[in-house]
């Protein structure tokens, strides 16, 4: 009995030590990098708003009210989970258009977007107009962002009308915790033309990395594609 009491004290000791998780983000994001908090994600969902810095949004929106001139909308107009928001940030604004849920009878919706594969059973697809339409629209596509079983961290894609395309890959690693059977996606980071240009994390409440050096345009469309994966619903949720 005093041996089961000495390993439950151990167990007990052991828990009350342990440090909030925290990302473990690639070494280019600790420098020349705004690292922010985020704000509005736990909580009452109602009216919900996400910030973080001086980016903030719009409330959360279960659906969509533009019309269908829009090509993103034109193509997924009958998806049944929908989600959309303005994204407010220092230097510009965007719309922002998220499926947030596919179910297995609307995969072929996907068909021809982005050019991804649709040998998944889970994807979050969404689309960023530009308020000023200087830089047109952005389109990204995420599959599997629960993560799987195996070790692809490549995971999605955003892309403008000019060929610009910043590469999603999850995030599998905590710092000073073990990587075996990291399977789970705990965050996602962003990449162009080799570099990682910023990074969310959609632990707790959520911390978002911005690249200081990249253009305005692209910390908005990072911002918001950000936004958009803490505001998700998780594939485990029930239609």
């Known amino acids: 009995m005093k041996h089961i ?28 990098t705004t690292v922010l908090d985020v ?12 910030s973080f810095g001086d980016y903030v949004t719009s409330k ?19 998806a049944n989970k ?7 940030g220092p230097n510009g604004s965007a719309e922002v258009f998220c499926v947030s849920k596919f179910k297995s009878s609307e995969l072929d919706l996907l068909d021809g977007f982005l050019s991804v594969p649709l040998d998944y059973e889970n994807y979050f697809a969404g ?14 596509i995420i599959y599997n962002p629960e993560g799987d079983i195996t070790e692809e961290l490549k995971c ?4 403008d009308q000019k060929g610009n395309t910043i590469l999603i890959n999850g995030i599998r690693k905590l710092e000073n915790q073990s990587t075996l059977f990291a399977f789970e996606n705990y965050g996602f980071e962003f990449l162009y033309q080799g570099e990682v240009i910023g990074a969310v994390s959609t632990l707790n409440n959520g911390k978002v990395w911005i690249k200081n050096s990249i253009d305005y ?13 803490l505001v998700r619903e998780n594939l485990k949720d029930s239609f």
């Not at 828990?15 to 070494?27: A, F, G």
């Not at 345009?217 to 994966?229: E, K, M, Y």
């Open 39 to 50: 704000n509005g994600r736990q909580g009452w969902q109602f009216n919900q708003v996400i």
């Open 127 to 140: 689309s960023i107009l530009m308020d000023d339409n200087a830089e047109g629209e952005w389109d990204f």
């Open 60 to 78: 959360i929106k279960k659906g969509w009210t533009r019309s269908t001139d829009f090509t993103f909308i034109a193509r997924f107009k009958n």
């Open 217 to 229: 345009n692209f910390q908005l469309v990072i911002a918001s594609v950000s936004t958009s994966l």
């Open 5 to 32: 009491s000495t390993i439950l004290a151990l167990i007990f000791l052991s828990i009350l030590s342990c440090k909030v998780p925290t990302l473990l983000i690639s070494e280019n994001l600790k420098e020349n």
């Open 82 to 88: 929908k989600l959309s928001f303005a994204q407010f």
């Open 156 to 159: 999605g894609k955003i892309e």
